[in-house]
């Protein structure tokens, strides 16, 4: 039962535009979220985060966006650049049930940033 | 950068032999794990340890297991490996109160032949 669900498995857009990768979860004891970013041959690299008692988190280029009562998270990259080409996979986590600091990932979405 | 090792970066193994993996930290986090990616599943929790000894299983623990006998050290124990246990191997680290982030080595690939 994957309780964090990335539906798309690739997305491709082009340098400049919106990049906007979704997620979905399903337990609602979650209440911490996290994006990684993974290049080729590489470990995950932490890239942005946002607790449940916020709605948007932004860092940069990067804005997170929690909506609660969907179950659902979205990544915002503005301005995209062929740089930001990787997977990048959301992560979930529930400070209350534990805090052994386990993270519970989606599979994953492959960006492709074309110049 | 994390100050995390993982050994042997790749190893091809044959079948029913035991194979271990070593993540070293030198962060001195209290939470260590072991993850495995594959395509289609994302990253899944192995094993855990939250201290010196102490260690949990995962969502896909069946035919691993793991030893911490020092903070800096978490070892990954294939018993007798088997095909299906080919997969790229992440050990990441935290400092465990949530909320807070892991971070990852640069991962193991095993292939069993």
């Known amino acids: 039962d994957q309780q964090v669900k990335q539906n798309s498995p690739s997305l491709s857009v082009q340098e400049g535009r919106i990049s906007i990768l979704n997620c979905d979860y399903t337990n609602s004891m979650f209440d911490y979220f996290l994006w990684y970013k993974k290049y080729p041959a590489e470990g995950p690299t932490f890239l942005i985060s946002i607790s449940s008692i916020k709605d948007k988190n932004e860092d940069g280029r990067f804005t997170v966006f929690l909506n609660k009562s969907a179950k659902h998270l979205s990544l915002h990259i503005v301005p995209s650049q062929p740089g930001d080409s990787a997977v990048y996979f959301c992560a979930a986590s529930g400070s209350i049930s534990s805090n052994t600091g386990k993270l519970i990932f989606g599979q994953g979405t492959t960006l492709q940033v074309k110049p | 950068d994390a100050g995390i090792t993982q050994s042997p970066r790749h190893k091809v193994t044959e079948t029913g032999t035991p194979v271990t993996l070593r993540c070293h930290q030198t962060?001195?986090?209290?939470?260590m794990y072991w993850y495995r990616q594959d395509p289609g599943h994302g990253l899944r929790l192995i094993h855990y340890?939250?201290?010196?000894?102490?260690?949990d299983k995962g969502e896909v623990s069946d035919g691993y297991s793991v030893s911490r006998s020092k903070t800096e050290d978490f070892l990954l124990t294939l018993e007798s490996a088997t095909s299906s246990q080919t997969s790229v191997y992440f050990c990441?680290?935290?400092?465990?109160?949530?909320?807070?982030?892991?971070?990852f080595g640069q991962g193991t690939r095993l292939t069993v032949v």
């Open positions: 340890s939250y201290g010196v000894k102490d260690t």
């Open positions: 962060e001195n986090h209290r939470y």
């Open positions: 990441a680290i935290s400092e465990g109160r949530a909320p807070t982030e892991a971070f």
